[in-house]
């Protein structure tokens, strides 16, 4: 995949996702990207516009137009008329019936394509693009073993690339556990910009208290020469603290999106504001982990701060007691 080809794709999803939602629910007057719904372009009808879908589904029928792009994060693509641009999936399924016909490149990460007998696209069909493996010349009766490029700015962009998934894909995460718990996601948040150094010392002090059970489970297992009981404690264990860390995560990024949103004066629902803030947050922070020597402070000191929310907050469940407030309270 050429170089100027990846920059083109990241440009596009980038420009789309952040197009200002006006109107999520009025799918007949379409106006921005759709958050947590289907839509339906029927037969004979033209969207002269790009279509942008979150956590949603699209179906393009038999003889409907869409002249923009379509993006497409977290659900299908059921397609069987045009799109006359890119198209890009990220984390859902493609099916292309005999009639669809895309002019511009499909690129799909994380989307398995169905293509019928007859479907068109113009462009590349770039599924799960990385970078291009470069092998030396062969010599007769020699057996060679790939080896991958080492052009530093290919390298930086795939880093780039995967960064960039990985933060919609927390992003979409972000939308729809607020769905569900906005209350504990936004406690969770508020924690961590009102006691910034309670919250970090929480977070290092259960990072270490973590390790220790982990060493003393293995060691335990050790002693008593099986793994029947111990493994699964430890797997319990590790997926206990992951969930807690994306937790916090996304709670620090919601509490981002709607201080974001605030600051633009622009009230977007909790989803979006929750959506768009991890995404800053994981793609700002972990692109300054790239950094050599001294990047990985940056994503370090948020990753304590919010996990130790989510332990003061027992996940959200409970409110932040602030000492400072409650100090004048006292001594009135």
Same mark, same amino acid.
């Given at each position: ?12 999803? *980038? ?6 939602l ?7 007057n ?18 002269n ?14 003889? $409907? ?10 659900? &299908?693509?059921?397609?069987?008329? #045009? ?10 399924a493609? =099916?292309? +019936? #005999? ?18 007998? @007859? ?9 799960? %693009?990385t970078?291009?493996?470069?092998? %030396? ?22 880093? +780039?690339? =995967?960064?960039?998934?990985? =933060?919609?894909?927390?992003?979409l ?12 996601i ?10 910034p @150094?309670?919250? +970090?010392?929480? @977070? ?34 590790a ?11 996304? @709670?620090?990024?919601? #509490? ?12 977007? %629902?909790l ?17 300054? +982990?790239?950094i ?12 304590? *701060? &919010?996990?130790? $929310? ?12 602030l ?5 004048? $309270?006292?001594n009135?």
């Open positions: 995949m050429k170089l100027a080809s990846r920059l083109s794709i990241l440009t596009l999803v *980038a420009a789309l996702i952040f197009i200002p006006r109107s999520v629910y009025a799918l007949d379409l106006a921005g990207p759709i958050f947590g719904s289907n839509y339906t372009l029927k037969s004979g009808e033209t969207l516009e790009d279509l942008v879908v979150l956590g949603g589904s699209i179906t393009i029928e038999q003889n $409907a137009t869409v002249t923009g792009s379509i993006v497409l994060i977290g659900g &299908s693509l059921i397609m069987a008329g #045009e799109g006359q641009k890119d198209v890009v999936v990220i984390g859902g493609v =099916s292309l +019936g #005999e009639t669809a016909h895309i002019y511009g490149n499909l690129v799909t990460l994380g989307a398995p394509v169905n293509r019928a007998e @007859g479907a068109r696209v113009d462009g590349e069909v770039l599924k799960n %693009p970078q291009p493996a470069i092998n %030396p010349p062969t010599l007769p009766g020699v057996e060679t073993t790939p080896t991958v490029s080492t052009n530093p700015l290919l390298n930086m962009l795939n880093r +780039g690339l =995967s960064l960039f998934a990985q =933060s919609l894909g927390l992003g995460l972000a939308a729809l556990l607020v769905l569900f718990l906005p209350q504990q936004r406690r969770v948040g508020e924690a961590i910009p009102a006691q @150094g309670s919250t +970090g010392a929480t @977070g290092l002090l259960g990072v270490l208290i973590f390790i220790t059970a982990i060493v003393a489970l293995a060691l335990f297992s050790i002693l008593i020469i099986t793994l029947i009981l111990t493994i699964p404690l430890i797997i319990l264990l997926v206990a603290f992951s969930a807690a860390g994306v937790f916090g995560w996304i @709670g620090l990024g919601t #509490e981002i999106g709607l201080r974001l949103a605030s600051a633009l004066k622009t009230d977007f %629902p989803p979006f504001s929750a959506a768009v803030g991890t995404f800053l947050l994981n793609f700002v922070a972990n692109g300054i +982990g790239f050599p020597c001294v990047g990985w402070v940056v994503p370090l000191l948020l990753g304590l *701060a &919010s996990l130790g $929310a989510v332990f003061l907050t027992r996940f959200g469940t409970r409110a932040l007691t000492a400072a407030a409650s100090a004048p $309270a006292e009135a």
